[in-house]
């Protein structure tokens, strides 16, 4: 229903920034959840962090402090602000939304994918 494109990744150096966005396809609503998903390899997907739009927010423990979601609704585009990238950071990063207000469950729309790689 919503196509979600990634874009913003790159390779960076430890202790460096970059912001990933998460443009829809269309406008769509605000009341829909939406989030940031990662996976190394080897690794199991995790959530990064999440939005209700609503001001209600969740961060993994391990980047609390170093990570921000926003968004500009006028845009259609979902933002994650990284700072402070550590090796462990590097992973394909996604972008998803979920069918509901909450960002509970499995997401319903995903992106392809950036790929974030964070050098030592």
């Known amino acids: 229903q919503v196509q979600l494109v990634e874009s913003g990744g790159g390779l960076v150096q430890t202790g460096g920034s970059l912001r990933l966005s998460c443009a829809a396809s269309r406008s769509i609503s605000n009341v829909n959840a939406m989030g940031w998903f990662r996976q190394a390899p080897g690794k199991e997907r995790e959530l990064v962090a999440a939005a209700s739009w609503d001001g209600s927010t969740y961060y993994a423990d391990s980047l609390k402090g170093r990570f921000a979601i926003s968004r500009d609704a006028a845009k259609n585009t979902l933002y994650l602000q990284m700072n402070t990238l550590k090796p462990e950071d590097t992973a394909m990063y996604y972008c998803?939304?979920?069918?509901?207000?909450?960002?509970?469950?499995?997401?319903?729309?995903w992106g392809q994918g950036t790929q974030v790689t964070v050098a030592s």
């Open positions: 998803a939304r979920w069918s509901g207000t909450s960002y509970f469950g499995t997401p319903n729309s």
